[in-house]
């Protein structure tokens, strides 16, 4: 690996670390940034370049786990969190699994009609556009006083139609926190509930999509492209970490409408100036 390709992957990582957990779509901002700047695909192969761009969220995701490990022990059963109750309600597995299972599904189904056709710019901004009236939407039309306050306190019910929600972020752009932050805050949750709840679904949807998409590449992933993966992985899980407890404590105050408006002004831009 040269210092150009090691100077992209550790961009793309910070791209990915910096975006994956704000509702503005991590996946739609890497390909912007590669599409007009760097052409990974150009230095590997389209599909190792997509590959890349799934699997080095693992980062991401890792830094949550770090991030949130009391809450995966807790779902565990081998931590309590605070103020937690032995009788009161508590965030288990088969929730967060009831959550997972929508898009979970089509995301197997639809695979590789996704990289095939979705992974382009032109596609990314009309997913900028669509989730951002949907945040838009929660944020004007959600319940005054959310009736839950916590991840604890998330029903069956709601986990289940914030995963049928989830299944909108399979288009690039449209953003996984973005479409289940806002499905949660629709049905009642407080935006930090809902970006909770969020988290801790990313984890194994996002692993079961990086091994998937592994899985579908191995044969063209060659033995020079691991250390493109290797500094990609890295920089997002370091980015990640310094973004991720900044994003809790913002999203509470200033609620989905300025992530939207930057949404909107980002695929304008787009559209205008390049396409």
């Known amino acids: 690996m040269n210092l150009w390709e090691a100077f ?5 990582g910070l791209v990915e670390g910096l975006t994956e957990f704000a ?3 991590s996946t739609g901002h890497m390909i912007i940034v590669d599409d007009f700047l760097f052409q990974s695909k150009d ?9 890349f761009k799934i699997v080095i969220q693992l980062g991401s995701i890792l830094a949550v786990v770090v991030l949130m490990w009391d809450r995966f022990m807790n779902l565990l059963g081998l931590k309590k969190m605070p103020g937690q109750t032995s009788s009161g309600p508590r965030l288990n597995l088969l929730q967060v699994f009831v959550g997972l299972v929508p898009a979970g599904i089509l995301g197997v189904l639809f695979d590789d009609y996704i990289d095939e056709y979705l992974f382009s710019t032109k ?3 009309v997913g900028l556009v669509l989730g951002a009236v949907l945040m838009l939407a929660a ?3 959600r319940p005054r006083r959310p009736k839950t306050e916590t991840a604890d306190q998330i029903t069956y019910k709601q986990a289940f139609l914030v995963g049928l929600v989830q299944c909108l972020s399979l288009w690039p752009g449209f953003s996984r926190s973005g479409s289940t932050i806002s499905g949660g805050v629709l049905l009642g949750m407080s935006h930090r509930a809902a970006a909770d709840f969020t988290f ?3 984890v194994p949807i996002m692993a079961g999509a990086s091994f998937l998409s592994l899985l579908k590449s191995w044969d063209s992933i060659t033995m020079d492209a691991i250390p493109f993966f290797v500094v990609g992985f890295i920089s997002a899980f ?6 991720i407890r900044f994003f809790l404590k913002l999203i509470n105050r200033i609620k989905l409408v300025p992530f939207a408006i930057y949404r909107l002004v980002l695929a ?5 100036v390049f396409l």
Do not use: R
């Open 43 to 51: 230095i590997f192969s389209p599909s190792v370049a997509n590959t």
């Open 268 to 272: 304008a831009i787009i559209y205008f």
């Open 123 to 125: 596609t990314v901004v």
């Open 238 to 243: 370091v980015f990640a970490l310094l973004s």
């Open 139 to 141: 944020d004007w039309f």
């Open 23 to 25: 509702p503005v779509s």
């Open 8 to 12: 992209v992957a550790l961009i793309l």
């Open 200 to 202: 801790i679904m990313a």
